[in-house]
């Protein structure tokens, strides 16, 4: 089978990060090649902005200056990880990609108006074979931040979580042409883990 690659994108909490490493693990176990990667990427621009989002360093005071920080990661993460890995026949599994850019920043503060000004910005990104979309509800979501006892991040308000959860619900409708596919993630790791497996081989 053809090696794919494939983004899983949700709001905090949704399980983007466990069900990322439960695929590349299953695939590996099925003796496939597989790569886990994740948005912000572990290069140097993804490094910076991991430390806003833990506020370990201060975010910009523009949000557009923070949109195109992550532009710039992506563009990074895409050159120096993604399609050299792809072009070797590697599975590449990302825990968020553009799609996450655009959910956090138009809801966080810029509007409707900057979902089609982040599409131009990120027009460079390679589209996935595969997004799954896990849906957690708020409180399910909310529960398993507080449960990992993580410090608060830069996008952890609860209101703005409500927001992103509706925003993710129809996600498809800002990107035209993906091949987009939901999941309920308020089930548990394995069920979910199950379906995600199902959908990538399919």
């Known amino acids: 089978m053809e090696a794919k690659f494939i983004v899983l994108e949700g709001i905090d909490g949704a399980g983007t990060t466990t069900q990322t490493a439960r695929l590349v693990a299953t695939l590996q176990e099925q003796g496939r090649r597989a790569h886990a990667t994740r948005e912000p990427s572990d290069g140097a621009v993804g490094r910076l902005l991991r430390q806003m989002l833990t506020k370990q360093l201060p975010a ?63 027009r460079h990104a390679p589209r996935p074979a595969l997004t799954i979309v896990l849906d957690a509800t708020p409180e399910v979501a909310r529960a398993r931040r507080l449960a990992r006892d993580a410090s608060r991040e830069l996008f952890d308000d609860d209101a703005l979580q409500q927001r992103l959860a509706a925003f993710y619900a129809r996600i498809e409708h800002h990107f035209p042409g993906d091949n987009i596919v939901h999941l309920d993630a308020d089930r548990s790791i394995d069920e979910v883990a199950h379906d995600v497996l199902a959908l990538a081989l399919a």
């Open 60 to 122: 910009p005071a523009h949000p557009q200056a923070l949109a195109l920080l992550f532009a710039a990661d992506r563009l990074d993460h895409v050159a120096g990880e993604v399609l050299p890995r792809l072009a070797q026949s590697e599975w590449v599994v990302s825990d968020r990609y553009d799609h996450s850019s655009v959910a956090y920043q138009s809801v966080s503060g810029e509007g409707t108006a900057a979902i089609a000004w982040l599409r131009e910005l990120n």
